[in-house]
């Protein structure tokens, strides 16, 4: 029999299976016709029947097993060969209820070329073979091989689930090993960087920050007008920019504009930008910050700088998201948040009559407290191996271990610069770092920040623990937790300052006011 005549209708939804046997069967003279699935092939069979079909299983739409039901049951199909090709299942029953569904082959991919093709010629020669297979298996009830199929369906189902586990098993297994070698220098430091903790780069896990960071996490979702209040150097544009990216429009910009850094005659121009001509220099029109920062976030650092006749105009924007640029008469609309910053007292500058009490107000929706370092002690450690790696990596310095003096020092210290002067003293310490220790020289402290209020040579250890624990509960009126709790104002964990309390039979109550 000369196969130039014969015409295979494969039924795949896979195009590189169906480009596969297009390629094999028209290398040797077969005519080729296409199904992404059972009802196509149905359609197309029915228009113009094909002489075999070669389909898969599992498909969409319909699949295999209920397109070999559908071709059986029609007159004009059942003689045609029907080979079912697949590699989705592999049991033993899944060929008998395709064989007693009718099928004429069943064949596992991937299949060897020359046994396939002697396949497909030896069911176009003889088609009365089919018939006795069918006959010898009718033996077998079609209910019992359906129950023994949808048991190895759960078998399989089953097989995979524990397959997937243990990929999970292993995911973890090998995300905690890429954890630990990123976290290579800091436990060679001698205390791990606590990286759920970091926030951006905020870093620490002190639960004063961890308050303020949980409630940062909550706003962050929100389009909610942000002011957060600090010292210099606290961090106060890192929370802006952690709010930003955990906000719906981290993908808009963030711009920033440094309200003390500009001059009182560009500011508004810088923020809202200026037309051709409104002054001298003014060559070309000039978008402002609120322009550029449209759909995405404006954060305005050192809010408290701004002068007065700008405020009102900001307070505009804040009201109707609506100005002007400088010199122009049309009025543009906005889509921006405000996270504002300063590190001045706004309510002595509002006493004071430089900053409007409206807009402080319009400011003011959700206020962050950037706590000062001294206020979060616990963190010290954790931010010095934090620059310690960044800096030692930059520097290619391997250093691993930190001198428990320059740690005590670092401790005592109270850090009037905050985590900016802490940075910077890191870096000078690990260029001048010639080994495997960092070292911190008190001379770069200012002496008396590191003095402490009492000294310990004059009296003994345990009296000198008292001092400082009664004297940190009479600032705080006998409260233990929270920011402004004497345990925060120790730099140590409230359930260690609980111990201390106990062992030396100190009643925190006698120092309450209430």
């Known amino acids: ?100 569904l009718g099928a004429d082959a069943f064949i596992l991919k991937p299949a060897e070329p020359d046994a396939f093709l002697s396949k497909l010629r030896e069911l176009l020669a003889d088609t009365g073979r089919r018939k006795v297979w069918r006959s010898e298996l009718e033996v077998d009830s079609e209910v019992t091989l359906l129950k023994e199929y949808s048991q190895t369906l759960i078998h399989k189902l089953e097989e995979k689930c524990f397959q997937l586990e243990k990929a999970n098993e292993s995911l973890r297994a090998r995300i905690i090993e890429e954890r630990e070698k990123s976290d290579q220098v800091a436990k060679a430091l001698g205390e791990d960087v606590d990286r759920a903790m970091m926030f951006e780069e905020i870093v620490g896990s002190s639960q004063l920050l961890k308050t303020v960071l949980a409630g940062v996490a909550k706003v962050a979702p929100t389009d909610t007008t942000v002011l957060i209040t600090g010292e210099s150097g606290t961090g106060k544009e890192l929370i802006a920019r952690a709010i930003h990216k955990r906000s719906h429009r981290a993908r808009r910009p963030l711009v920033c504009v440094n309200c003390a850094a500009l001059t009182p005659s560009l500011i508004a121009s810088e923020l809202f930008g200026h037309e051709k001509g409104a002054f001298t220099g003014a060559d070309q ?25 700008v405020q009102i105009s900001l307070l505009r924007v804040l009201q109707e998201q609506q100005f002007e640029r400088v010199g122009g008469n049309t009025t543009i609309s906005t889509d921006v948040r405000v996270i504002a910053a300063t590190s001045r007292d706004l309510k002595a500058s509002m006493a004071a009559g430089t900053f409007r009490v409206d807009l402080f107000y319009r400011l003011n929706v959700f206020p962050v407290i950037a706590p000062p370092l001294r206020e979060r002690r616990d963190d010290i450690p954790i931010l ?44 000078r310490a690990t260029v001048l770092c010639e080994g495997d220790t960092f070292t911190l020289d008190e001379h770069w402290l200012s002496p008396e920040l590191t003095k402490p209020a009492v000294s310990p040579l004059n009296i003994g250890i345990e009296q000198f623990e008292r001092a400082t624990i009664e004297d940190a509960l009479t600032q705080s009126m006998g409260k233990i937790s929270g920011p402004s709790g004497a345990a925060a104002r120790l730099g140590i964990p409230p359930t260690t300052l609980e111990s201390k309390l106990k062992a030396l039979k100190i009643s925190r109550h006698r120092f309450r006011t209430d």
């Open 285 to 309: 029109r000039r978008l402002g910050r609120f322009e550029l920062a449209s759909g995405g976030t404006l954060f305005l650092d050192e809010i408290g700088d701004l002068p007065s006749e």
């Open 1 to 100: 029999m000369s196969a130039a005549m014969k015409t295979v209708l494969i039924v795949d939804d896979r195009p590189a299976n169906i480009t596969y046997l297009d390629t094999l069967l028209s290398a040797h003279g077969f005519g080729i016709e296409t199904a992404g699935n059972g009802v196509q092939a149905l359609d197309k069979a029915r228009r113009s029947p094909p002489d075999i079909v070669i389909s898969d299983l599992l498909m969409p739409v319909m699949d295999g097993y209920t397109l070999l039901r559908e071709w059986k049951a029609d007159e004009r199909l059942v003689q045609i060969p029907f080979i079912i090709y697949t590699a989705t299942y592999t049991e033993p029953s899944d060929e008998r209820l395709a064989l007693n």
């Open 384 to 427: 010095l191996q934090y620059f310690i790696q960044r800096y030692g990596s930059k520097l290619r310095k391997n250093i691993t271990n930190i001198e428990k003096k320059s740690l005590d020092l670092a401790r005592s210290y109270s850090w009037p610069g905050n985590i900016r002067e802490l940075q910077n003293v890191v870096e």
